[in-house]
């Protein structure tokens, strides 16, 4: 019985109509509805929802003034038949346009990023710098594990920088194999471990796709199945990640995986201050011109550079600081928020 397929069409043609002037169209969504549901009758004589649907539209037809002569919309297209693995690959790995499907409205997305000594800008637009040395989650939810290996910036500096970074997109039956994604300072792939460039050979496997922007130093992957782009990026020593997540896959985590920088930032133990302290390895004043030069809005993009600058002696930060920028201007769902001042 397709019944529902009729109710789901009726909906459709209706979400928007509103106001005295719908009149017209609503009938004419109403004799498409019954021509529908006559077309069902024969399958679905014994089915409630049928029954209800029929005594419905007359309702709805006397109540607006509705003639039963007259035009009916055309049908909606019927989306592409199944596979042969039963499913439609077309809106299960596609994030996007399955999630309009379901609520008539756009998803909601979510940035993070880190970079330089690491900073970490959260997805509640939260930002920390951090000493974490050694191996951090920056994700572990349902669909992702990002994993960010940091060491001192220079011999004897409380100040660190990631070395590595470990992504893992976890198994998807309908889209695609488990894959695992790795980055060390001057090795910066275009391609997964297992050497491949996409989501494996299953229907869906051109979801999750890697793009080489700038050979060894800059590439893009889209995870279309999950609603998610993140760019990894090196910048003289220091590796960088930004992501761009749809709401529902950022929040997909229980209790157990409580640790994770992008969400809760950095342990309050592990957090600096970004004024530096002390004899820096170049004259803060230096540190400000080289940076203004990337970055000419004083917020937390260049109070980073400046820290970096000055820490580790190395110009380069101030690349770090303008990619992290750049990545959450392509990224961020409120360009309102684009710039943060702390």
Avoid at 64 to 72: A, D, F, I, L, V
Avoid at 248 to 259: G, I, K
């Amino acid at each position: 019985c397709k019944i529902l397929r009729c109710n789901s069409e009726y909906v459709a043609a209706t979400l928007h109509l509103r106001g005295p002037d719908r009149g017209a169209t609503f009938c004419t969504a109403l004799r498409s509805y019954s021509l529908c549901t006559r077309r069902t009758a024969r399958t679905c004589r014994g089915d409630l929802a049928f029954h209800s649907a029929v005594h419905g539209i007359e309702d709805l037809m006397i109540q607006n003034n509705c003639s039963k002569e007259g035009p009916t919309a055309p049908p909606r297209p019927r989306p592409p038949a199944p596979n042969p693995h039963g499913f439609e690959s077309l809106d299960i790995c596609d994030y996007e346009r399955s999630f309009f499907y379901k609520h008539g409205r756009p998803p909601g997305f979510q940035h993070c990023a880190a970079f330089g000594d690491p900073h970490i800008r959260t997805f509640h637009d939260d930002f920390h710098t951090c000493r974490v040395e050694g191996s951090w989650p920056l994700l572990d939810n349902d669909y992702l594990f990002v994993q960010a290996t940091s060491s001192p910036v220079a011999k004897g500096s409380n100040a660190t920088v990631t070395s590595k970074l470990t992504i893992i997109f976890k198994n998807m039956k309908e889209c695609i194999d488990q894959k695992v994604y790795q980055a060390e300072l001057d090795n910066v792939p275009a391609a997964f471990q297992d050497g491949s460039v996409n989501g494996g050979a299953r229907p869906g496997g051109s979801s999750l796709v890697i793009w080489e922007r700038s050979p060894g130093r800059h590439v893009e992957i889209r995870a279309d199945y999950i609603g998610t782009t993140i760019a990894v990026r090196q910048a003289g020593r220091q590796l960088s990640f930004s992501i761009r997540a749809a709401e529902e896959v950022a929040r997909a985590f229980t209790e157990e995986q409580d640790l994770q920088l992008c969400v809760g930032g950095c342990p309050h133990s592990q957090r600096m201050s970004r004024s530096p302290r002390g004899r820096g390895r170049v004259p803060a004043e230096t540190a400000q011109a080289l940076c203004r030069e990337m970055l000419p809005v004083e917020d937390v993009y260049f109070q980073s550079c400046v820290f970096d600058v000055v820490t580790s002696g190395d110009t380069n930060f101030t690349m770090a600081a303008h990619g992290a920028l750049e990545d959450a201007r392509l990224f961020l769902p409120n360009a309102e928020k684009l710039h943060i001042f702390q």
